[in-house]
């Protein structure tokens, strides 16, 4: 299968090879920077910490899925994919984004938790809830998205050429030659399900305001640990709302360039920056990370 899009970053391509090389070691950095942070640290072993460190991993899994093929592209003028791993690429990613979501909507009830009912937090947020709703957050990305590649398989192409710089499940569909309803269902049930969790997480938002205007102290504790999800969700949100409404409805022709970008956004900057975001913000991990750079430094 061809990526047609690919073609675009043929000139100056040495350019763009050595600064996507770059941002995707610097996205591996940083996120591992935050993880082993975590796991080094016990006084981080909880729920919200936790949580944040499956998002760095999900990152560098998503940033994965990306990155190897796009750099192969761009060093070798190889436009090219198999069909195995067109739809390999299409599994990783959805899950990835799947995942991010669902891990998002996780964080946003450890904080309605933590900020509405703070004396019972402890009881409610155990260790055995916290890996529960971890093993349950992959599950269930790896489910809806393997379900999606499933059905996706079994459609006869009738064409070979992809209009994006990496496989989608709604590009692939598009170069069926048979009904593709089954497909179109999935699709908003998919949809559905995700705008369901911006529900609960818009709830779980209008609570934790609410409680946060009893006190100051509950305010300060809405802008250090709160503020960073509401970033990190947001941006995640508009660049895959975009990707999706335009790959639907948007013309082939119009906007390319943009279209491009914002494509690969919401594979290639939430990885990058939620780490940066929450290192900045968390105080406990910013003290953390600074008391093993001054270790590091003094070895």
């Not at 599950?139 to 192409?157: D, H, N, Q, V, Y």
């Not at 969790?197 to 938002?205: A, E, G």
């Not at 709160?226 to 975009?242: G, M, V």
Request: aromatic residues 14%; charged residues 15%.
């Amino acid at each position: 299968m061809t990526m047609e899009n690919s073609t675009h970053f043929k000139i100056n391509k040495h350019i763009y090879f050595s600064f996507t090389l770059i941002l995707y070691i610097f996205t591996i950095f940083v996120n591992l920077i935050l993880i082993v942070t975590i796991f080094l640290e016990k006084m981080l072993h909880e729920p919200m910490y936790l949580f944040l460190c499956n998002l760095c991993i999900n990152g560098i899994y998503g940033a994965s899925a990306f990155y190897p093929k796009i750099l192969y592209d761009l060093l070798f003028d190889s436009h090219v994919i198999t069909y195995i791993g067109c739809l390999t690429q299409i599994l990783v990613i959805y899950s990835y984004a799947f995942c991010e979501f669902t891990s998002l909507t996780v964080m946003a009830y450890d904080r309605y938790v933590a900020i509405c009912k703070p004396l019972q937090y402890h009881s409610i947020m155990t260790t055995r809830k916290v890996w529960t709703l971890l093993l349950l957050t992959w599950l269930f990305s790896w489910l809806e998205s393997g379900f999606g590649m499933g059905i996706t398989a079994k459609l006869p192409l009738c064409g070979l050429n992809i209009d994006k710089l990496y496989c989608s499940n709604w590009a692939v569909v598009k170069l069926s030659c048979v009904d593709t309803t089954l497909n179109n269902l999935y699709g908003f049930i998919a949809t559905f399900s995700h705008i369901s969790q911006m529900i609960l997480i818009v709830i779980s938002y209008v609570n934790i305001i609410k409680a946060s205007l009893r006190s100051r102290a509950e305010r300060k504790k809405f802008m250090q640990t709160c503020l960073p999800h509401l970033i990190t969700l947001t941006n995640f949100t508009i660049s895959l709302t975009f990707d999706v409404m335009f790959a639907r409805y948007g013309s082939n022709t119009s906007l390319l360039a943009l279209r491009n970008i914002m494509a690969v956004e919401f594979l290639v900057v939430p990885p990058l920056v939620n780490p940066i975001i929450y290192g900045m913000k968390l105080t406990r991990i910013r003290n953390r990370v600074g008391r093993i750079t001054d270790t590091g430094q003094r070895i």
